[in-house]
């Protein structure tokens, strides 16, 4: 069975930084594409920032330059920095994996991580 727990969530205040990290069991992630989702408050779930197997990366535009998402295969892990937080990155943040080595939207996510609040105060 397939399990993935976030961790590394909590109250910040606007500009802090946070490391969020995604612990996968039950198989390696390597060959999967993994993502980050967040769903705020009364708002749907959005794509955040997505990684492929062979490491290429693509973010929302709402977190380019200020969130990097990063992989070890190794420690079958996913981590997702957060630099210069903002009131509006409030929101619970979900890691997912897709079977496949590339990522190509929510839909095809095959597992789903139970999520971390993440609080940014102004």
């Known amino acids: 069975q ?5 961790s590394g969530g909590g109250l910040v205040q606007a500009g802090d930084s946070l490391r969020l990290s995604c612990a996968a069991s039950g198989r390696t992630i390597s060959g999967c594409a993994m993502a980050w989702f967040r769903q705020a408050p009364g708002k749907e779930r959005e794509f955040v920032a997505a990684i492929n197997s062979n490491g290429v990366t693509n973010y929302a535009d709402s977190v380019k330059g200020r969130f990097t998402i990063s992989r070890d295969n190794a420690k079958n892990t996913v981590d997702l920095q957060m630099n210069s937080l903002k ?36």
């Open 2 to 6: 397939v399990q993935l727990v976030e």
């Open 87 to 122: 009131p509006e990155d409030t929101a619970v943040y979900y890691c997912a994996l897709d079977r496949s080595s590339r990522y190509s939207g929510s839909r095809f996510m095959d597992y789903w991580g139970e999520g971390t609040l993440v609080t940014v105060s102004s």
